[in-house]
């Protein structure tokens, strides 16, 4: 358990941030494993539906395993009730999966953010916590980004400022974290859309 543990406080850095009416997501591309970089091509935001995605910290396959029966449960919420599940019900939805794990929990730190009634960031951690936020950083480099995030970050940022922000936070991080890095993917959730993008870090500026 010890090991599992530990594990999770290495390897990535992912944010997430509320502007306007969109919630915007970033996280890098490296993946490692201890000491060695295993992959510099990493995708650490995953789509859960056309309306909501997640960032994954900590073991990739634990998060991988949960964002598949997010997706599939819903799918099938969809199917039985004509209506989609809300961004919320995502959210504690796999709040009850990760508590109900608790005596083996999976090794996870993630957020899920999403468009239903309005833009929705929650903050996840391996035990089920969660709390909607307006900014949010999970993974080894998280304290830096917070740090770029707190001075930055205001109600009325456009979207352009909300992703140049996002951006800065996880380069930042790159900075002292030797488990981030290689460029930051991007997720920008609105009403009725969801668009990605990769942003190399040459053209990163605060």
């Given at each position: 358990m010890d090991y599992r543990l530990k594990m999770l406080a290495s390897g990535t850095t992912t944010v997430g941030l509320v502007a306007g009416d969109y919630v915007v997501l970033a996280a890098d591309k490296r993946a490692t494993a201890g000491?060695?970089?295993?992959?510099r091509r990493v995708k650490?935001?995953?789509?859960?539906?056309?309306?909501?995605?997640?960032?994954?910290?900590?073991?990739?396959?634990?998060?991988?395993?949960?964002?598949?029966i997010l997706r599939s449960e819903a799918k099938l919420y969809e199917l039985d009730t004509g209506s989609r599940m809300s961004v919320r019900g995502i959210a504690v939805l796999l709040s009850n999966i990760l508590f109900s794990y608790k005596a083996l929990?999976?090794?996870?730190?993630?957020?899920?953010?999403?468009?239903?009634?309005?833009?929705?960031?929650?903050?996840?951690?391996?035990?089920?916590?969660?709390?909607?936020e307006k900014l949010a950083a999970t993974g080894s480099g998280s304290p830096?980004?917070?740090?770029?995030?707190?001075?930055?970050?205001?109600e009325d940022l456009s979207l352009d400022e909300a992703v140049k922000i996002a951006t800065a936070a996880i380069r930042a991080s790159t900075l002292r974290d030797a488990a981030s890095g290689d460029g930051v993917d991007i997720a920008?959730?609105?009403?009725?859309?969801?668009?990605?993008?990769?942003?190399?870090?040459?053209s990163i500026t605060v």
């Open positions: 000491f060695m970089i295993a992959s650490k935001i995953v789509k859960l539906t056309d309306y909501a995605v997640m960032t994954m910290a900590g073991l990739v396959a634990d998060a991988q395993m949960l964002a598949d929990p999976f090794i996870v730190q993630v957020l899920v953010g999403g468009y239903d009634v309005k833009p929705r960031l929650y903050l996840l951690d391996l035990f089920g916590s969660i709390t909607e830096v980004a917070y740090g770029v995030l707190e001075q930055h970050y205001r920008i959730v609105g009403r009725g859309f969801i668009e990605e993008k990769f942003i190399p870090f040459t």
